[in-house]
């Protein structure tokens, strides 16, 4: 089979250019040694640069081919001789900063479509009343509703439906196979293919004669700097917005409902889901497939373990994890009690521990 590259850097760089773009040191090797690709240390080859962030990989240093190495200080002298040595306190952060300026088309979608060279391209079907500003992209097979607004530089990937009256920034990718309703989206987000924004929200009137729907009437605010994985669901507001904020970054398969307010830099891991009407502060994160309940706030900073089920406020800057989550101390001491009580001695070993601390007692 052929060994496909589906993204190529778009430059060379001297190791001086390096230690200057991932703001490391040069501690061994010539500044004008020449690195042409990024790559994990056991596939790395000539002219790769390469990164060790845990003791875990050192085997796969020792055997490296790799030209140059990022790594902590207190690693340069089990990096192999032969490999260039590049010094930062955060050699992960460093190398993804050489490989975004390397790799420039990996960091949103790409299009579907070869525009042959043009500047830009509308080849999707435009409503007239629809405003669209300079330099935007909208592939074949692309819907923009009556009166939306796509800001400059924006790509409209293949297949992508934008509904009416949706605003979406500049500099903006909406993948493959998006669609976008009751939305205004902010500047440079990134949204990745087969994502839902702006349906209604799951809500319900029941009664003995069956469940009658709510409509749901809010929007969707999405701030700048937003990312959003593939396949992520995000419900419009009922009757108040759902919103994202600035920064903050969705892993893929991340259900949002309706009227919840997440707040700006969070990180949401895939298959998380936060049901209606809850609140998260700044700079929450919330591990795989958690889920919060409705109604919930989780305040400014705090993390949630992951496979864990909110059920309550969590405060500013906890830790909390389990079903029901709680504060990760109280969690894992019960998982230690558990894990005790579960043994098939358990209720011997107790009897002869409480022996022991008895005799103690008496020999005091």
């Known amino acids: 089979m052929e060994n496909v590259r589906f993204f190529r850097p ?41 990164f060790l962030d845990s003791s875990r990989y050192l085997h796969a240093l020792k055997s490296s081919r790799a030209a140059a190495c990022l790594c902590r200080e207190h690693h340069v002298d089990t990096v192999p001789g032969a490999i260039a040595v590049l010094v930062t306190d955060q050699p992960s952060a460093a190398y993804a900063r050489v490989v975004r300026h390397l790799y420039p088309d990996a960091i949103a979608p790409r299009g579907f479509y070869d525009l042959a060279g043009s500047e830009f391209s509308i080849d999707g079907i435009v409503h007239p009343t629809a405003t669209i500003e300079d330099s935007v992209r909208i592939e074949p097979g692309a819907v923009v509703g009556a009166g939306a607004i796509i800001g400059r530089g924006t790509v409209i990937c293949a297949s992508c439906v934008v509904g009416s009256g949706v605003s979406i920034g500049r500099d903006c990718v909406i993948g493959a196979n998006t669609t976008v309703q009751c939305s205004i989206i902010g500047d440079r987000v990134i ?14 009137q029941s009664s003995a004669a069956g469940h009658d729907k709510t409509p749901q009437i809010g929007r969707v605010i999405i701030q700048d700097d937003v990312e959003i994985g593939a396949g992520c669901t995000v419900d419009r507001g009922a ?50 497939q958690s889920g919060v309940n409705g109604h919930v706030h989780i305040g400014d900073g705090a993390q949630i373990a992951a496979v864990s089920t909110v059920h309550g406020d969590v405060p500013a800057g906890a830790r909390w994890g389990g079903t029901p989550a709680r504060p990760v101390k109280e969690w894992l001491r019960e998982i230690t009690m558990l894990r005790r009580m579960a043994k098939p001695n358990y209720p011997a070993q107790k009897s002869k521990d409480a022996q022991q601390v008895g005799g103690q007692g008496g020999k005091e």
């Open 191 to 204: 949204i990745h293919p087969g994502v839902c924004i702006g349906q209604d929200g799951f809500g319900f």
């Open 239 to 288: 009757n108040r917005d759902t919103i994202i904020g600035e920064g903050s970054k969705l892993d893929n398969q991340v259900q949002i409902g309706h009227n919840v307010v997440v707040g700006r830099h969070c990180l949401l891991v895939s298959q998380v889901g936060i049901s209606g009407s809850s609140t998260l502060g700044d700079f929450v994160a919330i591990g795989g």
């Open 10 to 50: 778009v430059c060379s760089l001297q190791l001086g250019e390096v230690a200057r773009i991932s703001g490391s040191q040069l501690v061994r090797g010539e500044a004008d040694a020449v690195i042409t690709n990024c790559a994990a240390a056991d596939t790395a080859t000539s002219g790769d640069l390469t």
